[in-house]
């Protein structure tokens, strides 16, 4: 499995890697102690709860592609905007399609290596009653 990120346009990679590894406990390492994620719009969640969410999609078994369209970065912070999706079919047997455009937050640490601070998976994406985000599954 790949090490964590040596640099900030490496994070998505490294993240879809570990993701679809299904091991939780890696994915868990691409982010900051403390790191927020924002599994739909306007919910932000943190510790066990970022935890979570992930681990409901791992579960499903389909595979994130990622795809970053801009990183831009100063000092030991950068902006990360990633296309991606999650399609396919779950291991129930479901069709499953789960895509956006992330507007995420990567910071270097005091071991070199870039991890997630924010990961916002909807990226700009309005609130809406009833839209299914990552807390959906």
Do not use: C
């Amino acid at each position: 499995m790949r090490t964590l990120a040596d640099r900030p346009e490496e994070v998505p990679a490294v993240f879809a890697e570990r993701f679809n590894s299904g091991d939780a406990t890696a994915l868990a390492q691409v982010y900051e102690d403390g790191a927020v994620l924002v599994p739909q719009p306007g919910t932000p969640v943190t510790g066990p709860e970022l935890h979570a969410a992930n681990d409901r999609l791992q579960k499903l078994g389909v595979p994130i592609s990622v795809h970053p369209r801009h990183v831009y970065r100063t000092g030991d912070v950068a902006l990360l905007i990633v296309d991606w999706v999650i399609d396919g079919i779950s291991r129930e047997g479901h069709a499953v399609r789960v895509e956006g455009t992330a507007t995420d937050i990567a910071r270097r640490g005091s071991d070199g290596r870039w991890r997630y601070v924010i990961d916002n998976p909807f990226g700009t994406r309005a609130q809406r009653a009833g839209a299914v985000g990552v807390e959906g599954f």
